[in-house]
Structures are given as C-alpha cells and as structure tokens.
C-alpha cells in the first residue's frame, strides 16, 4: 500500500515544516509514501496568504527545490521574501532516497511541462477529457526526451467513477452529486487552467464525455481503458464520493469495484 499526501507549496512560508513532515509521514509508512504537489488556481487561497499572482510559479519552485535541499543536503542556506534558512540540517530524512517521488497535478500545458522538468511523475488530473490528455502526454514526453529524464516507472490517472448494474442506474444514483461537484468547480475557476478551451459550464451529458466513468463494472472497464491504452497509465486513482452523496450510494458503488471491476483490472499486464 502507498500512502499520497498533497501540498500547495506555493502559500507556504515554511518549507522545513514541509521537509520535517514528509519526511515523518515516509517514516510511518517505511518508505511507501508520494509526495504530492500542486501549484493551485484559486486566487482566495493565494490571497489568503498574501501571495502575488506574479510570483506564484517562482515561490512554488523555490519551496519545492528549499525541501529537496533540506531531505539531502546537511548544511541548507537560503534567503528569499519568504523564508531565511542558515546552515540548517535536517534531523528527520526520509526513508526513500534521495526522497519519496514527487507527483506534479498539473492542467494546463505549461503545468505538464513542468511537471517534467521538476517531478517525478504526472499525476494526471480527473478533470481533462482522455482525447485531451493523451495530447498533453505527447509534450510531457518530449520535456522528459529534452531534459534527458526517462519516462516515470508509475503514471498515475485519477478518474471520478461510479459503479452500479447499468449506466443508467449509476447516473442516477451519482449524476446530481457529481454534478454539483463540477458546477462548484466552475464558480471557483478550476476550468480556466484547463488546456484549450474545455470547460465545466457545459450540460452534464456532455460534460461527461471521455472524462467520467459511470456504469457498470464492465461498461466502467471499458471506459478505463484509454487510460492505460491512450494515456499509459499504470496507477489508477478513484475517486467515489462527492459532497451530499449518501453514504450507502458510495458504499454500494465500491463493493462492486471492489468485487467485479478491480479483479478485472488487475488481469491487465505492464504496457498492454
């Protein structure tokens, strides 16, 4: 089992408080854990912490690189608007070395080529339509070719799903939660990092097209399939609960993944 946590690393003003849990939480789970890291898009929580929409990119690669320092360096200087370290070590290293892999969410173009450049791995958003994603794969390999880095072990896709005996029952039974999810999603602005001109203000039928997966465990299956087939993914991330949906709904849907859709992928072998 891996343990992923996530961070915003571009609010942050602390970056060894971020090296000393990480390295904590890769500890607790010996040394199978991800790091997860984001920039954001949600100008309340960079204002929030008083975060120049012009300086983002900058302190989020600046933090990223203080922690990494931190994980394998023994003596860390640094000084920037944020933060001032001096020959500060780390008591607390990860287990991983030089440090747990870090996945990079990114939407937008420049985000996936960053991810590149930076991380370890993509992880892949749930938001994007897969048509769309296996474009984006085509620049994150030719960052990854132009940097001289080889193609990610892991390739982690997140989907929303839902599993039920037909897909008619599913969009019933998730279809209204889901798609309050999404609307909210719009009224935040989570739509305006995404590549191109796709957007969430859109009707649900269409809005689920190539990016949601509802249905039974086999019409599910097949919905999956572009992601290792197109995509190449080989870590499949589900998530199966949105806000206001009762418990039970979830529940019901996860025994059936559980009992019908996960044996069925677990028969996929490595790049087929």
């Excluded at 791995?121 to 769309?132: L, R, V, Y």
């Excluded at 809005?207 to 572009?226: I, K, N, T």
Aim: charged share 25%; with cysteine; proline share 7%.
């Amino acid at each position: 089992m891996t343990g992923i946590a996530g961070v915003l690393l571009t609010t942050l003003h602390n970056p060894v408080d971020v090296a000393e849990g990480i390295a904590s939480l890769d500890a607790i789970w010996r040394g199978n854990f991800v790091f997860g890291v984001g920039l954001g898009y949600r100008d309340v929580e960079f204002d929030a912490f008083g975060v120049p929409r012009g300086q983002r990119v900058r302190r989020f690669e600046q933090c990223l690189e203080i922690v990494k320092r931190l994980w394998t360096e023994d003596n860390v200087s640094f000084e920037n608007d944020i933060c001032k370290l001096t020959n500060v070590t780390m008591t607390c290293r990860p287990i991983q070395q030089p440090h747990p892999p870090i996945w990079f969410a990114a939407n937008n173009d420049r985000a996936v080529l960053r991810a590149a450049r930076l991380g370890d791995s993509w992880f892949i958003n749930p938001h994007a339509t897969i048509p769309e994603i296996t474009r984006q794969l085509a620049l994150y390999r030719g960052e990854l070719t132009r940097v001289g880095k080889p193609f990610p072990r892991e390739l982690p896709y997140a989907r929303e799903i839902y599993c039920a005996k037909d897909k008619r029952t599913a969009l019933e039974m998730a279809g209204p939660y889901l798609s309050e999810k999404y609307r909210t999603y719009a009224s935040w602005g989570q739509d305006e990092v995404l590549p191109g001109d796709d957007t969430f203000h859109q009707p649900f039928e269409d809005l689920l097209r190539d990016r949601f997966v509802l249905g039974s465990p086999e019409e599910c299956y097949e919905q999956l399939r572009p992601c290792w087939e197109a995509a190449g993914a080989n870590f499949l991330i589900f998530r199966t609960h949105w806000s206001g949906m009762p418990v039970g709904h979830a529940l019901a849907s996860m025994r059936l993944i559980s009992d019908e859709l996960l044996p069925a992928l677990q028969q996929i072998k490595p790049n087929s």
